[in-house]
Nanobody, 124 residues
Framework: QVQLVESGGGLVQAGGSLRLSCAAS????????MAWFRQAPGKEREFVGS???????YYADSVKGRFTISRDNAKATMYLQMNNLKPEDTAVYYC??????????????????WGQGTQVTVSS
């Protein structure tokens, strides 16, 4: 059974930093891309960033230059380092994993497995 477990969310002031982790089990970590999505109240779940098995990363324009995705294949864990956080970054953050490599990595439909989410709240 595949499990993705996010951690590291919390409350932070604007301009602060947080690091989210996504621990994976039950799948061949590194076979497909992994990603972070987020969903704010009343909004659709949106792409934040992704990382391919080879390490190539992609980011939404709204977080480019502030967020960094990395992965540790030995620990089967993906990270999201978030710096210079803004109130508009407030959302539930979800990690996602693809079973196999895909042509794109920024659509929800690219991913087969999802975590339960972790809340990030940025106060102004």
């Amino acid at each position: 059974q595949v499990q993705l477990v996010e951690s590291g969310g919390g409350l932070v002031q604007a301009g602060g930093s947080l690091r989210l982790s996504c621990a994976a089990s039950g799948l061949t970590f590194g076979s497909g891309a992994m990603a972070w999505f987020r969903q704010a109240p009343g909004k659709e779940r949106e792409f934040v960033g992704s990382i391919r098995s080879g390490g190539t990363t992609y980011y939404a324009d709204s977080v480019k230059g502030r967020f960094t995705i990395s992965r540790d294949n030995a620990k089967a864990t993906m990270y999201l380092q978030m710096n210079n956080l803004k109130p508009e970054d407030t959302a539930v953050y979800y990690c996602a994993a693809a079973r196999v490599p895909t042509r794109t990595t920024w659509y929800r439909t690219d991913y087969n497995y999802w975590g339960q989410g972790t809340q990030v709240t940025v106060s102004s």
